[in-house]
């Protein structure tokens, strides 16, 4: 049989490598990195090979299923599609009827991004259900970054990007890119962007808790105690002022605030941080002088100074620091993409309005913020447990595995047990979805169609590619957008002889029409003809002009982020002075350690532990501790270790290394897959456990409401 070969991006992760696909018909042959993809040259990593292995899993849902329970035995019922959306429709229309629809909650995991069907089409739903109690992995991972990008810039999206291909200094503080290929940064083959940094002259520098994969190429290392990093930017902010190397540059004439900052950060001096950041004075004022003096360079946080106690004032700092030595918004820098579907696009006449969707509402139990129309997930499982009015009863997951990838897990666990209704769209079951009555599996990777919506907004070029299915859609299937327009136009009460189902592709290409190179003929068409994808030119300057504050202005000091000072200096005082406690943050019991988490290039968040070329050698599901700890704790490389918070507890080898800080300890997300009840074979086979039954719903950044899942007090000791 003839070979057919298949052009598609990579749908695994934020880097959207170009992939060449051969098969035989649908069976898959070879996948491998396609050269004439003019972003990606022709990288790939492990994990797209294991595309294949998600395409012919034998574990993975095509038909859905229903729970069926007879005397407390659950069993799964395969069903027809219109069965299915029937009955879902049914039930979360009896829930609303009885409850309201905020009673109806809705959770998108991480994957929406990466699929451009649920990423258009589950809004709609979300809509017709009618409910604002919709929760995302946004606050497990990037509300800083979109909090910060709302207050100095004006709008959640207009979050700048490292210009590595023309930086010649790049701190990296918070982030491991050699192991998850880049975030919030969109760049594949970020090793050999990295090298070429080095080559030509340039320096990297990693500020991270431990010596990653990344720290091991960059040229400077430095180790840093969890969630303090609010002290080393606001030092290094100090040092700026203090040293007179503050120079905004082009931005002068637009910023505002730079008095004020000057006093909110008078007091951090590098002396007064060192001993709590563990990162000395000396080092602190040579980066800054370095980061000021280099015309160049660019200053990059990610999850690490995210999903931590600080995350919103860390990701302001970042953008102050680069603001305030004119790497804002230019070459080498940090700079704004301009996509070729552009959500932000002015619209000439239209007048600005300010971007409203903050503290609109609060969750009902413990009154967090809303932020971009979401709750933070951390309060998931209380509003399903608290009774009273606006309790949660049903939940619809899409994409997510809250029970592995949120804090308290455990918690999740049992409250999702406890709900009335749930209903997942997902390709497993797994952790999480063995509690939904019903999940609809969708077309998924190398079938469906996508265009990286989000992903071209981050991406450290402008570059534009759609992917197409490798495959005609099997009979008896349906794509992710199908499954959000039968449930929507059911909960709607369309009658039946005027249902439409919305295609995205449609959306697309009108995005790609109406975007800034719809001129230039950009469209859907275009994309379809060019299947490597076509490349849009480099970054480029774009304020003021961007900027999407009604005052068309920057503003460095904004109120929300001062008054949150006086946290982070309560917590100061109390790291300086032990006895002193802290109104908010967990006190540091003695004896125990932080623990924060890592990435490696093999895994994928929770959820592709059932693809045996990923899992397949060592067990990395390990405890990294420092010897001097170990020693102290009478604990050996591959020992049991028993790991405990306040909210749980979990037992996993230790490995000894001195690539992690003392007092620190460190263990990948995303394992523990030994909960009855699920389905993915591999997966039990490499159950390892999971960190977030350690990270503690309490704990959070209050800012922002994004969890705070690093820096998290545990106790460890040796089993038996
Ligand atoms: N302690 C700790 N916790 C963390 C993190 C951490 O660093 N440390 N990282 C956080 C971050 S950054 C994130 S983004 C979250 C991720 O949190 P989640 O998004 O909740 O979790 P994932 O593991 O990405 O789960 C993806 C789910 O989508 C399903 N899936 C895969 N492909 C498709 C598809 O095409 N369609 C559908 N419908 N379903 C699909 C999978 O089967 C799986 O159930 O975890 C967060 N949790
Ligand atoms: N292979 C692989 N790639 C992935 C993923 C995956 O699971 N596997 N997940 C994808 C997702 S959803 C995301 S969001 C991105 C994330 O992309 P990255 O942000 O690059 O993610 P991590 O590798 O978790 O890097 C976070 C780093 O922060 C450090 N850190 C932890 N706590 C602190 C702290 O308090 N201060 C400082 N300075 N550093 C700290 C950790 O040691 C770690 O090295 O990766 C994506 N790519
Ligand atoms: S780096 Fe990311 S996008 Fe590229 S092949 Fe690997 S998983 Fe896919
Ligand atoms: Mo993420």
Known sequence: MELQTHYRACNLCEAICGLTVTHQNGQVVSISGDPADPFSRGHICPKAVALKDIYEDPNRLRRPLKRVETNGEVSWQEIGWEQAFDEVADRLHQVRTAHGPNAIGVYAGNPTVHNSGSFLSMPGLVRAIGTRTMFSASSVDQFPHHF?????????????????????????????????????????????????????????????????ETALRANEHQFIRPGTD???????????????????????????????LQEAVETFSPETVASVTGVQADDI?????????????????????STQ???????????????????????????????AIDALADRPGVPKNPYTKYNRF??????????????????????????????LRALVTSCGNPVLSTPNGRRVDE?????????????????????????????????????????????????????????????GTMY???????????????????????????????????GPYGQTGLSLEQLLANPHGIDLGPLRSQLPARL????????????????????????????????????????????????????????????????RVLVKGRNRCTLLIHPDDAARLGIGTGQAVRVRSRVGEIELPADVSADIMPGVVCMPHGYGHNRPGTRQDIAQQHAGASVNDLTDEAFSDTLTGNAALNGVPVWVESVG
């Open 230 to 260: 609010v002290f080393l930017l606001l030092a290094m902010t100090q040092v700026l002022f203090a040293e007179n190397l503050v120079n905004v540059g082009r931005l002068a004439d637009v910023t505002d605030g730079l008095n004020a």
């Open 415 to 475: 409250a999702l047990a406890g709900l009335e209704f749930m209903v997942s769209v997902d390709i497993y079951l797994n952790e999480t979805t063995r509690h939904a009555d019903y999940i609809l599996p969708p077309l998924t990777g190398l079938e469906t169609a996508n265009y990286d919506l989000t992903f071209h907004v981050l991406a450290i070029r402008n570059t534009a590619r759609y992917s197409e299915p490798m495959v005609p859609k099997p009979a």
């Open 285 to 305: 004022r040579r980066l800054t002088r370095e980061l000021a003096n280099t015309p160049r360079a660019a200053l990059y946080g990610r999850v690490g100074v």
């Open 548 to 611: 999407q504050t009604p005052d068309h202005r920057i503003n460095a000091a904004p109120p929300l982020f001062l008054a949150d000072l006086s946290r982070a200096q309560a917590a100061i005082n109390q790291l300086v002075n032990p006895t002193l406690s802290a109104p908010g943050s967990p006190p540091a019991p003695p004896g125990s350690l932080l623990l924060i988490s890592r990435r490696h290039l093999r895994d994928n968040n929770s959820w592709m532990h059932n693809a």
């Open 362 to 391: 609060q969750s009902r139990v413990s009154g967090k913020a809303e932020f971009m129309g979401e709750i933070p997930v951390a309060c998931l499982a209380e509003e399903a447990e608290t009774p009273g009015p606006g309790q």
């Open 480 to 514: 992710d957008w199908e499954i959000f327009e039968n449930l929507r136009l059911r909960l709607t009460g369309t009658p039946r002889d005027e249902w439409k189902l919305q295609n995205p592709a449609k959306t697309i290409d009108q995005g790609l029409r109406f």
């Open 148 to 212: 910060a990008a709302w207050q100095l810039f004006g709008h959640p999206l207009l979050m700048p990007v490292p210009d590595l291909d023309h930086t010649d200094f790049w701190i990296i503080i918070g982030g491991n890119p050699i192991a998850s290929n880049g975030s919030i940064m969109t760049a594949p083959d970020v090793g050999t962007r990295l090298r070429a940094i080095q080559q030509r002259g340039g320096r990297v520098v990693v500020i991270d808790p431990r010596r990653t």
């Open 309 to 339: 106690e600080f995350g919103g004032l860390c990701l302001w700092l970042v953008n102050v620091l680069n603001l305030l030595t004119g790497h804002l918004d230019e070459p080498g820098g940090m700079l704004f993409t301009s996509p």
